[in-house]
């Protein structure tokens, strides 16, 4: 999960010898509030693309159905997430 959405990379990464990789997934956007059980949200396809440099990784998402995009976040190995929901 990740700021008002969340998405599923499929497969494991595998960076190049320079730490960047690109991998396909999908994307699933949030609303501000309560989710409804009888109305799911739609998922997209979405590529993931970013680099590993050490203990962290920058990650960006393309979702080409909308043409738009998130990120670059941010990740360090073992640090606690932050998160905002949408409101």
Not at 12 to 17: K, W
Not at 58 to 82: E, Q
Request: proline share 10%; glycine share 14%.
């Amino acid at each position: 999960a990740y700021d008002c959405a969340a998405g599923t990379i499929s497969g494991a990464l595998r960076p190049d010898a320079a730490g960047r990789f690109r991998a396909g997934g999908t994307h699933t956007p949030n609303l501000g509030g309560p989710e409804r059980l009888d109305d799911p949200r739609p998922s997209h396809s979405a590529l993931y693309a970013g680099q590993v440099r050490g203990s962290v990784m920058t990650l960006s998402v393309a979702i080409p159905a909308t043409d738009a995009g998130m990120g670059p976040f941010r990740l360090r190995r073992g640090a606690p997430p932050t998160l905002h929901r949408c409101l």
